[in-house]
Structure formats: structure tokens, C-alpha cells
């Protein structure tokens, strides 16, 4: 030891302890601040894997709390993370009274809030979400594989189709549906027009998705009246989340075109179905719903007189009280994806959490969990939103399983990798087809962070 090292020993043994512990801790907040500052620099939350299936590493959402609180200001007294049931959920119809147009405000959202239940889709809110509502690494590899699939097949006009270039496509055309549903994949993990490594496929797909929105605000030209309005309310969910995200004010008359359109063309039974204003059923009603939730996000003006009507159509297909949902009135049998759906379409008009009808029907969905072998991609879309949005144990039980299968199942090699096959599915064999089935299977797989639950955030 040299002279200067038998110095600094001294100096360090002699040293009181209150100095050494100023020291050190010092030394501590300096190294965690470079940290936090290159961290926010590079936009990345770091998180911890604690645990592996049989696929993939499961992250670790200790941090992931305070990462949340972090990125959304949730100090901020507009915002609240609730532990206890909500009375208001995130973006629920606000319980005001109707202008005399029959019209109300969006929400109470202040305009620096608009779109925050979107926010989990940026780059250090996802990673943090998707640990602390168990996505895990190959969730994360799985959706991203499925963008690359969908970037493969955009065509040289910006739009997509359901018939091809690839295998397993669909029997009947439909690009409006086709390019809604890419672009709510690409949406759904974070990529715009303005950033996102896909920005040039979304600004393609907006170029021309816009181009076939008539003066009414309708999208869908085609031939097929049974695709007309769920194409439409696909598109109408797109719109509203493109301009809720990015409050680009090119997109904002455009979906509140699509909002004053979806009202004009109710049925009168309170829904929607395949022609505007005429008849209603819950498949195409649940699109409409989730249009006019994103709207909600939005802020754009929603028809609350619309949304009551809506409760009333659900009303008439609902057995048990509400706990299960039939296709029609007319029909006798509920079924596990009329349920789910109809579940849905409770939360975002207002069910709370701990409605004893809700948690009927969500023991039932758990009773019909994700079997390979017995395939409806539709109904495990719905089902995965309504338990996502529940949390808890029933998220816990269903999620399971079904970050397990789902990435398990997605082609690996040759030219349709990063997808899903339609083979075998209930619905994508009988027109939905390979992009229908990768689009629904790639929204579960973003479910983590596409939505924040609306039980745990809310506005006050």
C-alpha cells in the first residue's frame, strides 16, 4: 500500500459515522438521479424479470406503480388511481343532463386530459403496464411479429383487404374493415402518423382510409349490406382513437362525423345491425358502443339521448338480470360471445365493478376460458377486455392461459410468420379470415396497455 492509499484508509477509519452515511447516501441519490435522467431520456422503464412459463419471462411490476404515477401526473388533483370500486369509471357517459339538440359535452375531461386513458400506449407507460398486468416478453415479441405481418401485406394504395396477398384470406372483399382493423393494431401499440417506427404505414392508411369517408361521415362503399355498419363501426373506433391520441386537428372532423353518423343511423330497438336504422343485434351494437367510447376518450361531442337508448336495446337482449347477453331478443340462447360482449358494453355505460350482475357473467366467461382446440378469436377478443378491465383474480386466471396460447399458436415461419391462421376459428371460416383472426389476436395481446381499466383510473 502507498503512501497515498495509507492515507485515505486513515482518513476513512477516522471519519466520523454521520460522514461516512452523508457520503455515501450522497453518492446514492447522484447515481439513482443519472439513472432516472437517463432513463427518461431514452423513454424506457426498465422492469425486472421475476419469473418464466413456458414462453417467454413474466415482468415484475413493483416499479411499475410508481412509474404510472410518474408518467400521468397522477398527483395532479384531476387524477385519481382508485382502489375501491369507481362510481364514475374513466370515460363512462357522464351523468349530466342533454342540451336541448340532445346533445352534451364528451365527458369532464379538461382538454390537457384529453385521450389520458390512451397514454398507456407510449413507450415507458407500456412497458410499465405490461408488467403489472402480466404481459411478458413474449406478448411483447408476438405483437410486434403481427405489425410486421400486417406492414408485409399493406398494398401500394395505403389500404389493406381481407382477401389477400396472403394465404387464408376472406371470401368476400371489404378494405374499409381490412385497413380499420390494421390500423387499431398499429394504434393499439403506440404507432401514429407522427411517430412510432410504423408512422409511414399509418400515415398511408389514414391518407386513404379518409379518402372514402363521404359527407355523412360514412366509410363503407361495398356491395355487402351484412358488412356495412360493422365496417363502419370499426372505422368509427380508428378515427376517434387517432384524434384522441394525437389531437392532430385534421383528424377531429372526421370523427365527429363518424359520431353524428353512428347516432343518425340507431335503430329504434337501440342498437345497430347490418343496414343504418334498421334492426339491432349485440355484435354490431358492441362496435358502436366501443366507437363511442373512444369518442368519450376523444373528447368529442357524444349524443347521451344515443347512449341511453343503447342501455335500453341491451336491456331486451339480457337474461338473468343482465348477467348474460343473446344475439337477438328474439333469439332463445345466450352464448359465451354475446355475453362477453354485452359485459362490455355495461362497463363503459356505467356498470361498477362490483355489480353482482357483472360478477355473475365474468364467473361465467371464466367457466369458457381459451381453448386452442375449440376456437372463437371473437369471443376471447371481448372476454379478455371485460376481465382486463375487472382486474384482480378473474384477470389473473383468464390472462394465464391466454398469454400462453395465443403467442403459442401465431405462425412462426415462412410468408405468413407474425400471423394467425383462420383454420379452425368459429367465425374466420366463415368470412373474417388470416387478417380478421391476426388483427383480434394482436388487440389481446396489446390489451396490457391499449386501455387503462376504467375501475382503477378515473377522473375526479
Same mark, same amino acid.
Given at each position: 500500500?502507498?503512501?497515498?492509499?495509507?492515507?485515505?484508509?486513515?482518513?476513512?477509519?477516522?471519519?466520523?459515522?454521520?460522514?461516512?452515511?452523508?457520503?455515501?447516501?450522497?453518492?446514492?441519490?447522484?447515481?439513482?438521479?443519472?439513472?432516472?435522467?437517463?432513463?427518461?431520456?431514452?423513454?424506457?422503464?426498465?422492469?425486472?424479470?421475476?419469473?418464466?412459463?413456458?414462453?417467454?419471462?413474466?415482468?415484475?411490476?413493483?416499479?411499475?406503480?410508481?412509474?404510472?404515477?410518474?408518467?400521468?401526473?397522477?398527483?395532479? %388533483?384531476?387524477?385519481?388511481?382508485?382502489?375501491?370500486?369507481?362510481?364514475?369509471?374513466?370515460?363512462?357517459?357522464?351523468?349530466?343532463?342533454?342540451?336541448?339538440?340532445?346533445?352534451?359535452?364528451?365527458?369532464?375531461?379538461?382538454?390537457?386530459?384529453?385521450?389520458?386513458?390512451?397514454?398507456?400506449?407510449? %413507450?415507458?407507460?407500456?412497458?410499465?403496464?405490461?408488467?403489472?398486468?402480466?404481459?411478458?416478453?413474449?406478448?411483447?415479441?408476438?405483437?410486434?411479429?403481427?405489425?410486421?405481418?400486417?406492414?408485409?401485406?399493406?398494398?401500394?394504395?395505403?389500404?389493406?383487404?381481407?382477401?389477400?396477398?396472403?394465404?387464408?384470406?376472406?371470401?368476400?372483399?371489404?378494405?374499409?374493415?381490412?385497413?380499420?382493423?390494421?390500423?387499431?393494431?398499429?394504434?393499439?401499440?403506440?404507432?401514429?402518423?407522427?411517430?412510432?417506427?410504423?408512422?409511414?404505414?399509418?400515415?398511408?392508411?389514414?391518407?386513404?382510409?379518409?379518402?372514402?369517408?363521404?359527407?355523412?361521415?360514412?366509410?363503407?362503399?361495398?356491395?355487402?349490406?351484412?358488412?356495412?355498419?360493422?365496417?363502419?363501426?370499426?372505422?368509427?373506433?380508428?378515427?376517434?382513437?387517432?384524434?384522441?391520441?394525437?389531437?392532430?386537428?385534421?383528424?377531429?372532423?372526421?370523427?365527429?362525423?363518424?359520431?353524428?353518423?353512428?347516432?343518425?343511423?340507431?335503430?329504434?330497438?337501440?342498437?345497430?345491425?347490418?343496414?343504418?336504422?334498421?334492426?339491432?343485434?349485440?355484435?354490431?351494437?358492441?362496435?358502436?358502443?366501443?366507437?363511442?367510447?373512444?369518442?368519450?376518450?376523444?373528447?368529442?361531442?357524444?349524443?347521451?339521448?344515443?347512449?341511453?337508448?343503447?342501455?335500453?336495446?341491451?336491456?331486451?337482449?339480457?337474461?338473468?338480470?343482465?348477467?348474460?347477453?343473446?344475439?337477438?331478443?328474439?333469439?332463445?340462447?345466450?352464448?359465451?360471445?354475446?355475453?362477453?360482449?354485452?359485459?362490455?358494453?355495461?362497463?363503459?355505460?356505467?356498470?361498477?365493478?362490483?355489480?353482482?350482475?357483472?360478477?355473475?357473467?365474468?364467473?361465467?366467461?371464466?367457466?369458457? %376460458?381459451?381453448?386452442?382446440?375449440?376456437?372463437?378469436?371473437?369471443?376471447?377478443?371481448?372476454?379478455?377486455?371485460?376481465?382486463?378491465?375487472?382486474?384482480?383474480?378473474?384477470?389473473?386466471?383468464?390472462?394465464?392461459?391466454?398469454?400462453?396460447?395465443?403467442? @403459442?399458436?401465431?405462425?412462426?415461419?415462412?410468408?405468413?410468420?407474425?400471423?394467425?391462421? %383462420?383454420?379452425?376459428?368459429?367465425?374466420?371460416?366463415?368470412?373474417?379470415?388470416?387478417?380478421?383472426?391476426?388483427?383480434?389476436?394482436?388487440?389481446?395481446?396489446?390489451?396490457?396497455?391499449?386501455?387503462?381499466?376504467?375501475?382503477?383510473?378515473?377522473? @375526479?
Amino acid at each position: 500500500m502507498d503512501s497515498r492509499e495509507e492515507i485515505r484508509a486513515a482518513a476513512i477509519k477516522a471519519a466520523p459515522a454521520w460522514l461516512v452515511s452523508l457520503v455515501f447516501h450522497t453518492l446514492l441519490i447522484i447515481m439513482f438521479a443519472l439513472l432516472y435522467i437517463g432513463g427518461e431520456a431514452a423513454d424506457i422503464l426498465t422492469i425486472k424479470a421475476t419469473y418464466a412459463e413456458s414462453l417467454g419471462d413474466q415482468l415484475e411490476d413493483d416499479t411499475a406503480q410508481a412509474a404510472i404515477r410518474n408518467r400521468l401526473n397522477i398527483d395532479d %388533483p384531476a387524477f385519481a388511481m382508485a382502489d375501491e370500486p369507481v362510481d364514475d369509471p374513466l370515460a363512462a357517459p357522464p351523468n349530466i343532463e342533454p342540451l336541448l339538440d340532445g346533445y352534451s359535452p364528451a365527458s369532464t375531461l379538461q382538454a390537457r386530459t384529453i385521450g389520458i386513458a390512451l397514454t398507456g400506449r407510449e %413507450p415507458g407507460m407500456k412497458d410499465a403496464l405490461l408488467g403489472k398486468y402480466g404481459g411478458n416478453a413474449t406478448t411483447k415479441a408476438a405483437v410486434q411479429r403481427a405489425l410486421e405481418w400486417l406492414k408485409r401485406n399493406q398494398l401500394r394504395d395505403g389500404l389493406w383487404s381481407l382477401t389477400g396477398p396472403y394465404s387464408g384470406g376472406a371470401i368476400d372483399e371489404n378494405k374499409t374493415a381490412a385497413t380499420a382493423m390494421a390500423l387499431l393494431a398499429f394504434q393499439g401499440d403506440g404507432h401514429t402518423h407522427k411517430k412510432g417506427e410504423y408512422r409511414e404505414e399509418v400515415a398511408r392508411a389514414w391518407k386513404a382510409l379518409l379518402a372514402l369517408q363521404d359527407a355523412d361521415g360514412n366509410f363503407y362503399h361495398g356491395e355487402h349490406d351484412s358488412q356495412r355498419l360493422y365496417s363502419q363501426g370499426q372505422a368509427m373506433i380508428a378515427v376517434c382513437e387517432i384524434y384522441g391520441m394525437t389531437r392532430d386537428p385534421a383528424f377531429r372532423a372526421p370523427a365527429q362525423k363518424t359520431v353524428d353518423y353512428a347516432a343518425r343511423v340507431q335503430a329504434e330497438e337501440g342498437g345497430w345491425r347490418y343496414r343504418p336504422g334498421f334492426d339491432s343485434d349485440t355484435s354490431v351494437t358492441g362496435w358502436f358502443v366501443m366507437g363511442f367510447q373512444s369518442a368519450l376518450m376523444a373528447g368529442l361531442n357524444v349524443p347521451q339521448t344515443t347512449l341511453q337508448r343503447v342501455s335500453k336495446f341491451l336491456d331486451s337482449v339480457a337474461v338473468m338480470g343482465g348477467s348474460y347477453y343473446k344475439y337477438q331478443p328474439i333469439r332463445r340462447d345466450f352464448t359465451p360471445a354475446m355475453t362477453a360482449e354485452g359485459l362490455l358494453c355495461r362497463q363503459y355505460l356505467g356498470w361498477r365493478r362490483n355489480d353482482p350482475r357483472l360478477a355473475e357473467g365474468v364467473a361465467y366467461l371464466l367457466e369458457n %376460458p381459451i381453448n386452442w382446440k375449440d376456437r372463437d378469436v371473437y369471443y376471447w377478443y371481448y372476454a379478455t377486455q371485460v376481465l382486463h378491465h375487472v382486474e384482480g383474480d378473474a384477470w389473473d386466471q383468464w390472462n394465464r392461459v391466454m398469454r400462453q396460447v395465443i403467442p @403459442e399458436n401465431q405462425e412462426s415461419a415462412g410468408p405468413e410468420a407474425g400471423s394467425w391462421s %383462420p383454420t379452425g376459428d368459429f367465425w374466420s371460416t366463415r368470412g373474417g379470415g388470416r387478417l380478421y383472426t391476426t388483427c383480434l389476436s394482436t388487440y389481446m395481446l396489446e390489451v396490457y396497455y391499449r386501455h387503462l381499466p376504467i375501475y382503477s383510473y378515473r377522473l @375526479e
